[in-house]
């Protein structure tokens, strides 16, 4: 069966879900009554922020000869998303395909993520087929755009493909290419003497309400049928082929599923953790698994609290149901003092973070309480596993000496501390020259490191540093929108851990510690970092019968503070003459009624109070 598997890369909104339309309108998959913008997002999320948050496959039939797609060649199509947080679904789809087009808006050139998928794709040694979008815009470069192509790919410019996706015009040339340069599935060296033998990778996977787990499957050997006994190897699961087929881009149901193909295998399993992204779906339990997926890294942390504590078990099935359709997302049983039970959840970034927040509360009902984001720092420790640090369940051992720890409430007391080292990322940026200046001083003031400047023409650069993750996770790539007046775009990688000094900055309320507003900072922006939580705190907490006093410590030193003054009740409003000290007996009653209140009175913290902190 003649066969083509490819996928679409590109920096955010450079048009790679308008392409997609085009090319199912071009091959006939859907009649135009079915058609619709953006097709291939699913998510009313994806289509309210104009982003790809999942990806896609959807399979067409194209006929090079008579430009249709009667008759023609088989074609799997993966849409990818194309912001950096969602790189690992990038990956999954880099790994079921032989090439992919790389897509670049003619008017915006070649841009930080642009780069970072591209690299990935080489990784995979995909064949790339340029690609220039948008030549229908009056602000349109295509010369210049395809000079920084050809310095990027070493392609000649007659391989470059200039397009208007919007208008649907040149995509057939496009559909010609990728069936002339872009191979045939690569056949595997059967890893079983028998005929029968058959394998394939699972690159994602949906939980199914009436059907179970849904598996999609790039088959790589043999083939697959309904009723046929297929093994898990990874969770060592056997299943039940209910129902098998192609997208188009939905479920369309086929009897058999060929060597090369893409599509989904709905296994009834009712258990979500026995469907993993990665895994091989092979006929028999004694053959060898398919290389799978890097394990994710999770970049940020939060905890995550159901508002009400009778939604935990309905939390936890939710995060359960989620994780198997985003294999990126990581979470375990974490216990507050002040919020109950909750998890303490791994993210890519904070834009993935947002994202699975939403989808929790759109898809699952659930209302959350979120804390403050951090990233996961290595602890060395002054004395082997003191007894505190033994006691928290969160940390992990890796060496006799070293904690990992992604939450400040489990910091370890300073004394028990010799190094604290947080993770670095190299950091890439495509701005104009002109924002150069800018740049490099948002950096700096970000402790980044600078470490080279090359142009991709005359009026853009792309700098490279190397900066802390955690002054990047949280309002950086605002921050370079705006310095760079929206030209600007950054991508990033992590380059591992280096020591610095950081510290723990508590925020107390009323003289007691709320964890759940902890944070670990560098020590040499511990005070800016608490006066503006301090300021923002009181801008939101509401006020009481008495004063509350808001501080940011380190340790036993106040580093800022701010505070909430009380309600205050005129008690000698009904005097009317007398001596002065009438007056002075019924403040003193209040002010001693105030401070037995003080004593007892408790402070509520609300989600608006930690989004402060998030949104410092």
């Not at 291939?40 to 790809?52: F, K, V, W």
């Not at 998890?343 to 834009?351: A, I």
């Not at 051992?397 to 190094?419: G, L, Q, V």
């Not at 003459?577 to 009653?589: A, M, N, P, Q, S």
Request: hydrophobic letters at 40%; one cysteine or more.
């Amino acid at each position: 069966m003649d066969i083509r598997n490819f996928c679409i890369i590109a920096h955010i909104d450079h048009g790679k879900s308008t392409l997609a339309d085009r090319m199912i309108e071009a091959t006939g998959t859907l009649q135009k009554r079915e058609m619709k913008e953006q097709l291939l997002d699913m998510m009313d999320l994806e289509r309210e922020r104009g982003i790809t948050i999942k990806l896609t496959p959807v399979r067409m039939q194209w006929n090079p000869s008579t430009h249709s797609g009667q008759g023609g060649v088989q074609l799997n199509l993966i849409d990818t998303p194309g912001h950096t947080d969602f790189r690992y679904e990038v990956s999954r789809s880099l790994a079921a395909c032989e090439g992919a087009i790389l897509l670049v808006d003619a008017s915006q050139g070649i841009q930080a993520q642009t780069l970072a998928v591209l690299t990935m794709a080489l990784e995979h040694d995909l064949v790339i087929i340029p690609v220039l979008n948008k030549i229908d815009l009056p602000a349109a470069d295509t010369e210049r755009v395809s000079d920084e192509v050809v310095k990027l790919l070493g392609c000649g410019r007659e391989e470059i493909f200039r397009i208007s996706a919007k208008e649907g015009r040149g995509v057939s040339e496009v559909l010609d290419a990728v069936i002339a340069r872009i191979p045939e599935p690569r056949k595997v060296a059967s890893a079983s003497a028998s005929s029968s033998s058959a394998r394939a990778l699972i690159f994602d996977a949906v939980m199914d309400t009436y059907r179970g787990a849904v598996a999609y499957v790039r088959v790589v050997e043999g083939e697959f049928r309904k009723g046929d006994r297929v093994h898990l190897l990874g969770t060592k699961t056997p299943v039940e082929v209910l129902d098998l087929g192609h997208f188009a881009p939905k479920y369309v149901s086929d009897p058999v599923l060929h060597e090369g193909e893409i599509g989904y295998i709905v296994t009834g399993s009712k258990d979500v953790t026995s469907v993993r992204t990665g895994d091989t779906a092979a006929s028999s339990p004694t053959m060898m698994p398919l290389p799978g997926y890097k394990e994710v890294q999770p970049m940020v942390f939060a905890g995550l609290y159901p508002s009400a504590a009778d939604d935990y078990p309905q939390l936890r099935e939710a995060l359960e149901k989620l994780a198997l359709n985003d294999a990126a997302l990581s979470f375990e049983p974490e216990r507050n003092a002040a919020l109950g039970n909750g998890f303490r959840c791994g993210f890519l970034g904070l834009l993935h973070m947002d994202i699975v927040q939403e989808r929790l509360e759109r898809e699952h009902n659930c209302d959350l309480v979120i804390t403050a984001p951090s990233v996961l720092y290595e602890v060395q420790l002054a004395v082997k596993r003191p007894a505190e640090v033994v006691r928290s369940s969160l940390l992990k051992i890796d060496e006799p000496d070293t904690a990992r720890i992604s939450n400040p409430a489990d910091f370890p007391d300073p004394s028990c501390i010799r190094e604290v080292r947080e993770p670095w990322v190299r950091l890439e940026v495509v701005c104009r020259a002109q924002d150069i200046g800018a740049v490099m001083t948002l950096v700096g003031d970000r402790r980044g490191i600078y470490l080279s400047l090359e142009y991709l023409d005359a009026d853009r650069a792309l700098l490279h540093f190397e900066v802390p993750l955690q002054a990047i996770v949280l309002d950086f790539f605002d921050l370079l929108k705006s310095a760079t007046s929206g030209y600007g775009s950054m991508s990033y990688e992590t380059i591992g851990y280096r020591a610095g000094e950081l510290v723990k900055l508590q925020i107390l309320l009323l003289g007691e510690s709320a964890d759940a507003l902890s944070t670990i900072v560098h020590s040499s922006e511990a005070h800016s970092v608490g006066a503006i939580i301090c300021r923002k705190l009181k801008e939101v907490i509401p006020k009481e019968q008495f004063q509350i006093p808001i501080q940011a410590a380190i340790g036993a030193k106040i580093v800022a503070r701010e505070t909430v003054p009380a309600y205050r009740k005129d008690v000698t409003g009904y005097l009317y003459g007398g001596d002065v000290t009438r007056k002075r007996k019924l403040l003193e009653k209040q002010k001693k009624g105030k401070k037995r209140m003080k004593k007892m009175g408790r402070v509520t913290l609300t989600q608006e109070a930690f989004l402060s902190v998030l949104k410092r």
